[in-house]
C-alpha cells in the first residue's frame, strides 16, 4: 500500500514546489501593479506638500467660528483654548477645550452643544467631540478635549459667524446628584 502512495505524493510535491515558485513573481509584482491602481483609482493623489488634496474646500470663502463655554451648576471650570477661528466650508478644523474639576471627589458631566444662528446647526458637522459621552474628572483633574469639525460647503452665503456653545451638565451617578434628589423629596 506504502507502494501505491508514493507515487500520488511525488506529484502533489511536485504540484506544490510549482505553484509555490510561481507564486514567487506574482507577489513581487503586486507592487507596482498597485502603485499602477492607486494612480489609475485616485487614491494616492497628494499636493506639493505631502498633504492629501481636498477638492472640498471652498477656498474663496471664511467662516469665523466663535466659541463659547458653560457650565450649568456644576463645579468645574471649563474654556476653549481659543476664543474663535476662521475656517474655510469643507475644511476640517480641530480645536480644544479645558475643564478643571474643582471639586474634591471625582465628577461626571456631559455637555450639550447649540449653534447660533440655529439654523447654522445643520451645516456645521463634528466628526470627533467631548460632546458625545459622559466625561468623569478625579479630584483636580484637569483634562484637554478636541473637537474635530467641518462646516459643510453648502453653508448659506449670508452665515458668516457661528457661534458653537457647550453647556456641561452633572449627571446622575453622582453624590451631589443623589443628594438633591434626597433633598427635593423631603
Known amino acids: 500500500m506504502s507502494a501505491a502512495i508514493a507515487p500520488s505524493n511525488r506529484k ?15 507577489g513581487y509584482a503586486l507592487v507596482p501593479l498597485y502603485t499602477v491602481f492607486c494612480n489609475f483609482s485616485g487614491l494616492n493623489q497628494v499636493n506639493l506638500t505631502g498633504v492629501p488634496a481636498n477638492s ?16 450649568h451648576d456644576m463645579p468645574w471650570k471649563f474654556r476653549p483654548i481659543q476664543s474663535h477661528v ?12 479645558e475643564v478643571v474639576n474643582t471639586r474634591n ?28 459621552e459622559k466625561q468623569t474628572l478625579a479630584a483636580g483633574e484637569s483634562r484637554r478635549m478636541p473637537v474635530v469639525f467641518v462646516v459643510e460647503r453648502n453653508l448659506p452665503k449670508e452665515i458668516g459667524t457661528i457661534t458653537l456653545s457647550y453647556t456641561f451638565f452633572e449627571v446622575e451617578g453622582n453624590k451631589r446628584a443623589e443628594a438633591k434628589a434626597v433633598q427635593a423629596g423631603s
Do not use: W
Open 86 to 97: 476662521s475656517v474655510h466650508p469643507g475644511e476640517v478644523i480641530q480645536v480644544e477645550f
Open 56 to 71: 472640498q474646500v471652498d477656498m474663496a470663502r471664511e467662516v469665523n467660528i466663535e466659541f463659547d463655554s458653560n457650565v
Open 105 to 132: 471627589e471625582a465628577v461626571t458631566g456631559q455637555a450639550i452643544p447649540s449653534y447660533g444662528p440655529r439654523e447654522a446647526g445643520e451645516f456645521f458637522k463634528k466628526l470627533s467631540c467631548f460632546c458625545f
Open 12 to 26: 502533489l510535491i511536485i504540484r506544490l514546489a510549482l505553484f509555490s515558485a510561481l507564486m514567487f513573481p506574482v
